[in-house]
């Protein structure tokens, strides 16, 4: 017997077996990989804690506007001079704002008049004030170490003092004003915030897939991406013709699906502002969470490679089909489920297929498109695939997964990067917020036992400027 015929034959012993033992069995084929155990409780994704970085820029201008608003500009009184009650008034003029070794300097001229028996004379003084400003816990810019100086060069000045003690009652209600003086950024920091916590609503799609078995279409649900915050640190306070000052969010993002009852964004309030040495500046970067679902992944595949929920792959068999694509988490791998049914007719044997095919990769992301491009067999499906000497077919079956298992995820890379630019761009009473982003990258993809983690770092930079930077 020539030796071509005899491997025939004996293929087709072995095919005979193979196949006797799939037509008296209900299934054929591997059960390799097992499904993993339900997660117990919601699925959260743990990026690590992150500093939004804020750089605070408060100009000499703006300091100014704020400062004349709570110092007096104006004063009256009266003193006793010979038993006799007399009247007094001032008034100042604008004030200068400048800075030096640390502390803010704040010059007027004022315009004292006294009231004297024989006349009343007119007193004009000179007004410097040098104080410290800071940002307390509270998250108000205030001042402290107020030192209040009143001089004046002329000669009716002398008298004024003496009679009407004139100096000190300029300097206590500038003083007493200044030192009540807080410019409260509170209101944009938790603008800012709550902007940022908005979550990101990641709606996952639905739908059979491929195939129609009586059951209602289920609900891909919706998972959440937000950053909760931990914490809200503030740097040292440089002067350069302004206040200026780095101001850190830190934030700890997740990802729950379905969304949390209360992912509504926001927070309860900011926490204590707290003073710490140094805050880096420069750009930040945030680790964003975002999902999809393995029922999307399962719908794209059956429209992009099945016909009636069925995938004809092989010449040699042309009546075997695929059937049922379902995809699982297995020890840190994405998992191809297949069904294999149809009828194997040929070299004198029939019987019914009825098996699972596994194939196992690992999810990347490319071009915003999510794919596994090292999907393959499984030993015992390339082993089964080799006893139906099919093994051409299983390359076709890897290949067309391959390139049916394609999710687009631009929009929740959008999504991602709009958090950081258009949504942190805002205006308030006497300024700017605004966030840039710089980079957007996709660090890692991550097969969870319920969805797909996929982390996307979002490298970007805000700025508060009080006032509004002058349009180009």
Known sequence: MQPSRTRALGTARFLAIALGAAGACSRFG??????PAPSLGAPIADPPPARVVTHM??????????????????????????GSERRY?????????????????IATRALAKVAL????????????????????????????????????????????????????RVAEPLAAGLKSFAFDLRPVLWEAYARISKPISLPLYSGRAGWDDGSPEPDGGTACARLRLLDVEAGPTVFADGIEKDVALVVAPSITLPCAEDASGGADGLPPLSNVAAVTPGPFSVTIPVAASYRELTRVMSANAFTDGKLF?????????????????????????????????KMGIDAELD????????????????????????????????????????????????????????????????K????????FDRGCFQGNVDRVEVTGVYPHAAYLRVYVTVTARSRLTMPCPAAN
């Open 30 to 35: 591997p059960v390799y990989p097992p499904r």
């Open 57 to 82: 820029a408060v100009a000499a201008a703006a300091l100014k506007s704020a400062l004349e608003d709570a110092a007096p500009g104006y004063g009256d009184g009266t003193f006793t001079l010979l």
């Open 89 to 105: 008034t001032w008034v100042r003029g604008p004030l200068d704002v400048s800075f030096g070794q640390g502390r803010v300097v």
């Open 117 to 168: 028996p024989i006349k009343s004379i007119s007193v004009p003084l000179d007004v410097r004030i040098e104080a410290e400003p800071v940002v307390n816990a509270d998250y108000a810019v205030r001042l402290q170490g107020i030192d209040v100086h009143v001089t004046s060069d002329a000669a009716s000045v002398s008298l004024a003092d003496r009679v009407a003690g004139i100096y000190d």
């Open 313 to 345: 792959f092989s010449t040699e068999y042309p009546s075997i089909y695929l059937e049922r694509p379902e995809l699982y988490e297995s020890g840190g791998a994405l998992v191809l489920k297949l069904s294999i049914r149809g009828h194997a007719n």
């Open 355 to 418: 098996g699972d095919l596994y194939l196992v990769g690992h999810p990347v992301v490319t071009d915003n498109e999510l794919r596994v491009p090292d999907l393959e067999p499984t030993i015992e499906t390339r082993n089964f695939l080799l006893s139906l000497k099919a093994m051409t077919d299983g390359d076709r079956i890897r290949d067309e997964a391959r390139q049916a298992l394609r999710l687009d995820i631009g929009e929740r890379l959008r999504e991602a990067r709009d």
């Open 420 to 427: 950081w630019g258009g949504d942190l761009t805002f205006g």
